[in-house]
């Protein structure tokens, strides 16, 4: 019996943490609920363990036959806004997390800031559209948690290209419950606590009478990168660096970056194929003209041919 009760302890994982309201340097915030989850490859998973804080905002959970394959993590509720503490595993004994910092929530204050935006832009497919995906980092430069006042007014909101289409949103820290297009603007109505900046992630495609992409610099912005496949696109930016291409699983894409940028800054990438006179523009002419000395040589050949008859 005491070997088996020993085998049962090594397979359980001991999950502590505290919660604490109002960030870093607030206040141990007691008897509250505290969730440890599983989540697995598949997206599955559920609860399985639950405790309340105690005067010191302290938690202990247990993970009693831990998946090895699967990631947890731990959740607390806070004025109707749910927390999670970063992932862990079940390949230690035990797990020490950071604190779990909880907030109070607010519609009003400083606005939601774009610390950095990266745009992927793929070389055009066989139809001539070309697929672009943003990853947007969101900070909030408040206290409190900045939510939706209403279905009107977002939690933050940024635009796109007019032209864009076939917009979609990408898995990120924010859910794609919560993010939605209106007109030529991605508009958040999920929470953003302040801290850590917010990954928002989405994709569109640009047309093929796409010439070039304009990026729309609507508010200030950081840092901006991008990523852009067609290495003979010519990129126009303030205070731009090239930094050479970069290979991403069997692709190349030219790199580039800028400083902070202003609102109404212009970021343009101007495709090979719009850029006026090209060589691939003479292709149609060089097979005429090919065509057309073929000919001629064709028709001296007969005559010289029928002359020595």
């Keep these: 019996m005491g070997g088996a009760g020993g085998d049962l302890l090594a397979q359980r994982v001991v999950v502590s943490g505290r919660v604490v309201h109002g960030g ?7 008897r509250a609920w505290v969730v440890l989850h599983r989540v697995t490859m598949g997206g599955g998973g559920g609860p399985i363990d639950s405790s309340r804080t ?3 905002g302290a938690f202990t959970l247990t993970m009693g036959r831990p998946d090895t394959t699967a990631i947890y993590v731990v959740s607390s509720w806070y004025d109707g806004i749910a927390y999670f503490s970063e992932p862990v595993t079940g390949s230690r004994p035990r797990a020490d997390l950071r604190p ?5 929530t607010t519609s009003a204050g400083p606005g939601v800031q774009v610390a ?17 995906l943003e990853l947007v980092e969101l900070v909030n430069p408040g206290r409190k948690t900045r939510i939706a006042a209403d279905t009107l007014q977002p ?51 640009l047309p ?77 002419v060089v097979v005429i003209v090919a065509a057309a000395a073929l000919a001629a040589g064709f028709v001296v050949a007969l005559r010289k041919k029928t002359s020595d008859v």
Excluded: C, H, M, N
Aim: proline share 8%; glycine share 8%.
């Design 116 to 132: 950095r935006r990266l745009l992927t832009v793929a070389r055009q497919q066989r139809d001539g559209a070309r697929s672009v």
């Design 155 to 205: 939690t933050w909101a940024g635009a796109i290209p007019a032209d864009a289409i076939q917009f979609q949103v990408a898995q990120g820290d924010l859910s794609p419950q919560a993010v939605a297009l209106r007109g030529d603007r991605v508009a958040v109505f999920g929470p953003i606590p302040p801290g850590e900046a917010k990954q928002l992630s989405y994709g569109y495609v």
């Design 24 to 30: 870093p340097d607030g206040t141990p915030l007691a």
């Design 208 to 284: 093929a009478t796409t010439p070039q992409l304009a990026v729309p610099i609507d508010q200030p912005t950081a840092e901006v990168d991008l990523l852009v496949e067609d290495t003979t696109a010519i990129v126009t930016a303030p205070q731009l660096d090239t930094l050479g291409v970069q290979e991403i699983e069997t692709r190349r894409f030219a790199r580039y970056r800028t400083r902070a940028l202003p609102a109404g800054a212009a970021v343009t990438i101007a495709f090979a194929a719009s850029r006026g006179f090209q060589a691939a523009s003479l292709v149609p």
């Design 100 to 104: 779990l910092l909880v907030y109070d």
């Design 54 to 56: 105690d005067g010191r």
